[in-house]
């Protein structure tokens, strides 16, 4: 055999076992082996008091400087149930805990009065951990810089059911622009990228509702939350 021939048979072998290798991977056999390894996020391996003492320290973006308190999260940490707003108010910032305010007395009627559940059965936090000065809106940045808090809490959390208070935590989420009132209403997958739950849990679900301030300017909405949130009591009940 000369060197042509030689040349020949080895670019014939490789693209064999190309062949192959992606014939593997399509049906899914080399998955593990051959695809780029996920990132890992940040907090991967924290557990959840390793991750509030680092959240109560953090000093990642510019909302630590007008911050009173950072506002992680409440609740029973292994709740099924688990419920995200948006960022802390003034009262939440005061106090830090998350839905403390004159809506976050409509949130716990609804949990308490509604569902029949104790706010302490359910784990509340919002997507932001420190107050926007002024209540302004969340920045894209920050939500990005803070987000992996969340994943994490959701993470150890596990819970099978994520009510979203509000067009920021849905489509945090939902990895979506979308509004509320289009999002609203239905059970959607929870998009966040990067989210790993262990192979014996389904990823929770997502139901976006209307948030408790919007609620207190708009009482007429409170019917359609009322409605979301029977959904969210027969999934959890069936389930
Ligand atoms: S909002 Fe989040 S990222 Fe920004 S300082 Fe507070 S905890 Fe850190």
Known sequence: MDTDDLRKSYIEIVASVREYMEEQL????????LREPEKKLPYADFDLPNL???????TKCPLHETRNSVVFGVGDTSADLMFIGEAPGADEDKQGEPFVGRAGQLLTQI???GMKLKRSDVYIANVLKCRPPGNRNPASDEVETCSPYLIRQIELIQPKVIVALGSFAAQMLLGTK???TRLRGEFHDCQVAGLNFP????PPVVMPTYHPAYLLRNPNAKRDVWEDIQQVMAFLTDG
């Open 178 to 180: 979308t509004g509320i």
């Open 199 to 202: 192979p014996h849990k389904k």
């Open 26 to 33: 399509r049906l899914g056999f080399l998955e593990t082996e």
């Open 52 to 58: 509030t003492a680092d959240a109560e320290s953090c």
């Open 111 to 113: 949990i308490e009065a």
